[in-house]
């Protein structure tokens, strides 16, 4: 009991005490800036494993972006990766970062349905289905809830059925053998509900984007209420997406 | 002779595995693995001039090296099974059948692995996969899945019970099957290959990277430099003490300590953020790429690792401690799920499900690379196969792998200035290229067509080969076990499902 007590009191504070001003340790990853630096436009193009680059203008899609960094390394010049980590939107156009832009992307109220900050700015209750994911975000989902970032103090946590829900927050870019049980365990949440999509394979399909073992028909006929891009998500950027979300009022 | 021996990371002419008639196929096969040293790392089939070639592999563990053969086969024959006569290749002949539809005379269970997008029989789908049941007024159906409770990857759980007593588990998988194998075709781009690599499975992201760059380089007659090397030998024994560090936490959580679970679960962030410092994301991705690096270890990442460690080290084994001492938690991690020796002979387990019974199952000391072969690898076996077996091991392997860190950071190479040339890979050609993962043994495997690009590109992941203990060790135990033994197996849905 006492060396239990040993622990606790040597633990101490563990959790991150504002988390929307936290500071990423490292060399993260988050929203890219381009600058208007004329550059071999193929070539760059060419870098980006998932296509997430296109041109006039220059622009990186953070729904397909994989953060890999390897278009900043070709094109120091041209692209850097700054360590802003609130990058999730419910808008998928303010997903593209356009060059010459260094504006934080943030939620747009208009989106935002009045029912979700009358129903869930308190208490927020999320399923969690993982659709062919691969383990990294639901690792950094599961971080989410830990002591450092706590996110249980604000009322958000996910339950272990859908019938308990407010929402769903789907992971991995949506397999042709779990479509049915994704669309099954959605049309059992009850309504309001909410659907997130966190991490580039669920926002685009990632790297598996063409596969034919895909089927993200799901995705067509519902609206998205967030996008959590990354590769996997911070539990940073999940957090604060979330907050924006719960809590703007329109 | 009708094999080829060949080292880890091998290239070779894929016309050099000598090419036998099935039924001297397989009596060469199945007396390779009559000797306790040695078992199958891979067998597959492919695609062949109409019809289907099948390679073997065993590696045999003492002379470190691998023994390929190889098989021609009409994919409608009926053939004779190796499982038949022995049970470890039950897995790869399911999948087989899987893939090409080849009917086995007399496999004992050819049940679907993974209902790929391109399977053989197109008739069958997840969904009405007929489970094995009994009809008794006593006994009941439990089904768990595919959606989980927690926040994990999906999988179908189907429990036969006896009140709360577990007689029987069956395990269906393949809701993650992404069809990554043949991605790898398809996506022509180096870069997209290795993120493909990167995605198999997000949490042995070190481990599948490091085999795909090994098995590249070797391709494509490459030798990395001794900094890229300690990188990438550096960022398996991370990755294995940041997820042993979080399944303890997640153990903790499966018997409600919720102590244990708090501290070792913040444990692990700073394991995590030091791979956020070193290359930019916390689980490794974009750090390994084939023959360079992005993010160079220096000697100042090399003190920030001693300092973390100094300081895990002093919560580790103070919470270890607690944890290993407290009769609450021993009741529920000792005898239960227990897969004996035998057992796990007979199926054929590798890495930790195979140490945690007593077999010396390590790539890292049977089949080593780069720096593994300094390091002179000894692993850690345990005796019982119980859940505290599993949860003694990741507790010796943490310690284990920061003393390994430890040593490696002490002398730094200097980052390699003039990188050569990355030619391109060799035409007709099959490269062989085995990591231990966290989990175990991962198994890449290419061959080549005539002008060098990628005809096949075979993956096995450790879970694989360990999913079936999981249906094993809960026999007999009550059903409120099988969270903390599913846990402590901690076995990948996606790397099975590819």
Known sequence: MLDNLKILLHQGKQYIPDVTTAKVPGIFRGRPVISMEKVNETALIDVCPTNAISINPVCIDLGKCTFCGECAFAFPNKIKFTTDYKIATNDPGKLIIKEGHDESIGLDPELIRAEIYRCFSGSLKLRQVSAGGDNSCELELNACGNVNFDMGRFGIEFVASPRHADGIVITGPITTNMAEPLQICYDTIPEPKIIILAGTDAISGGIFEGSKALNRGFLTRYKIDLYVPGNPIHPLTFINGILDLIKKRK | ?498
């Not at chain 2, 588990?169 to 493909?196: P, V």
């Open chain 2, 1 to 498: 002779m009708n094999y080829i021996s060949l080292k880890n990371n091998q290239t070779i002419p894929v016309s050099n595995i000598p090419e036998l008639d099935y039924a001297s196929f397989l009596e060469l096969n199945l007396s390779f693995v009559k000797s306790s040293s040695c078992h199958c790392v891979n067998y597959f089939g492919f695609p062949h001039a109409g019809k289907i070639k099948l390679i073997c592999s065993i590696a045999d563990d003492e002379l470190q090296s691998v023994r390929v053969s190889s098989s021609v086969v009409d994919a409608k024959q009926p053939l004779p099974s190796f499982t038949k006569q022995n049970l470890v290749f039950e897995k790869f002949e399911r999948e087989i059948h899987e893939n090409f539809g080849i009917p086995y005379k007399d496999h004992p269970w050819l049940k679907p692995v993974r209902f790929p997008f391109n399977q053989a029989n197109k008739k069958i789908g997840i969904a009405d996969y007929p489970f094995f049941n009994i009809e008794s007024e006593e006994l009941h159906e439990v089904g768990v899945g595919p959606i989980h409770a927690g926040i994990i990857e999906p999988g179908h759980f189907r429990f036969i019970c006896n009140g709360e007593q577990i007689l029987h588990l069956e395990i269906q998988l393949g809701y993650q099957h992404r069809g990554i194998e043949q991605l790898f075709l398809e996506k022509k781009k180096l870069l997209q290959r290795i993120t493909l690599a990167e995605n198999i499975s997000g949490d042995s992201v070190a481990g599948h990277t490091t085999a795909f760059v090994n098995l590249w380089e070797s391709l494509c007659n490459y030798q990395p430099g001794k900094d890229l090397q300690l990188a990438r030998t550096l960022a398996m024994e991370l990755e294995r003490v940041a997820v042993h560090t979080g399944d303890l936490s997640a153990m903790c959580t499966d018997v409600a300590y919720q102590l244990g679970s708090a501290v070792f679960g913040r444990l692990r962030t700073p394991v995590i953020n030091f791979f956020q410092k070193w290359c930019g994301n916390r689980l490794a991705k974009g750090l390994i790429r084939v023959g360079k690096t992005n993010f160079p270890f220096s000697n100042e990442l090399g003190d920030e690792l001693t300092k973390l460690f100094d300081d895990f080290e002093k919560d580790f084994e103070g919470m270890s401690e607690e944890l290993f001492e407290l009769p609450s938690a021993l009741a529920r991690f000792e005898k239960t799920g227990v897969i004996a020796t035998d057992q796990a002979a007979t199926i054929g387990t590798v890495g930790m499900s195979a140490r945690m019974s007593g077999i010396s199952r390590d790539i890292r000391s049977s089949h080593p690379h780069d720096f593994y072969i300094e390091l002179q690898h000894e692993p850690i076996i345990k005796h019982h196969g119980d859940v505290y077996s599993r949860a003694q091991i990741r507790k010796e392997e943490i310690r284990q792998s920061i003393r390994y860190i430890r040593q490696l950071i002490q002398n730094v190479p200097q980052e390699t200035d003039n990188l050569q040339q990355l030619s391109s890979p060799q035409p007709n050609s099959f490269t062989i290229a085995l990591t231990e993962g966290w989990r175990g043994e991962i198994c890449h495997c290419a061959i080549t067509d005539e002008t060098g690009e990628l005809a096949h590109y075979k993956i096995k992941d450790p879970s694989f080969h360990n999913w079936l203990a999981v249906g094993l060790a809960v026999r007999n135990n009550e059903i409120s076990d099988f969270p903390i033994c599913n846990k402590s197996f901690d076995l990948s849905y996606c790397g099975h499902d590819l």
